[in-house]
């Protein structure tokens, strides 16, 4: 049934399935590394001495994230994915093109643990390849802020799709409102047919939004830790038992 599906069981990251980069043509792929360990699982952290992964333009936000395809331009060009985070980028380090894992349509499952902290955000999200600069939709599994976890029994949980540059698209992400501990594992997963996308937590049926991006997206699994006053006590350490796909739905 599943036709990708990785438990981090070994000792080292499979990067036949994964690069572990946050969108490196915007930065490098030295600044945007993720930082992890594998084995019984996956833990993507944010420590204490973690630089900003791109600061030129997007200031003090680090990440680890890991990602199943990357796409850009030559150095210098506005050509590459989620250029829209800033209108300013430009490639900065030219990235062969990857295509590790890209499906169009089926299911996408996750089991993993959020974390509480106000200035930490973790989530599972797939990008259009941008190959076309209109093949940059989202399809957003599962985001959760830790500011906004409401307590041991509730907590907002973002899915939906973001447009971008997408004109087939419209805007349709929100937060719902679930009654679960974000911190203990959940089970989340969007399935992707060419009329809408249904998202569900633990099996139970959260919403379906009426459209669908229509071409191949890409997984990007990650952690972000936003500036602010708030101490912190490093590592941010997201857990996540496994990620798979499917063609089934």
């Not at 990251?13 to 915007?26: A, K, N, T």
């Not at 890409?218 to 997201?238: A, C, K, R």
């Given at each position: ?44 952290l ?53 295509r ?40 957003c599994?599962?985001?959760i802020?830790g ?21 087939a ?29 249904a ?28 500036p ?22």
């Amino acid at each position: 049934m599943w036709e990708f599906e990785d438990r981090f069981e070994g000792p080292e990251l499979d990067e036949r399935r994964w690069l572990p980069y946050y969108l490196p043509q915007w930065s490098s792929r030295e600044r945007a590394a993720a930082r992890y360990e594998v084995g019984g699982g996956l833990r993507l952290l944010i420590e204490e001495d973690q630089e900003p992964w791109c600061p030129e333009w997007d200031g003090e936000l680090r990440v680890s994230s890991l990602q199943t395809g990357v796409f850009g331009g030559p150095v210098g060009s506005h050509a590459g994915q989620q250029s829209a985070f800033h209108a300013d980028a430009v490639v900065r380090e030219a990235q062969p093109e990857t295509r590790l894992y890209l499906p169009q349509y089926g299911r996408i499952e996750t089991r993993l643990r959020a974390i509480d902290h106000p200035r930490a955000m973790v989530a599972l999200w797939m990008i259009g390849f941008e190959d076309e600069p209109e093949r940059s939709g989202e399809i957003c599994v599962v985001e959760i802020f830790g500011r906004d976890v409401l307590g041991p029994d509730r907590a907002r949980v973002g899915m939906g799709i973001h447009r971008f540059g997408d004109p087939a698209l419209r805007e349709e992400w929100a937060q719902e409102e679930l009654a679960i501990d974000v911190r203990e594992p959940h089970v989340y997963a969007a399935d992707w047919t060419p009329e809408h996308v249904a998202f569900s937590v633990d099996g139970e049926h959260v919403k379906t939004v009426g459209q669908s991006p229509a071409y191949p997206m890409q997984l990007m699994l990650g952690v972000y830790e936003f500036p602010g006053e708030e101490p912190v006590d490093y590592p941010h350490v997201f857990a996540v038992d496994y990620v798979r796909g499917s063609r089934d739905v």
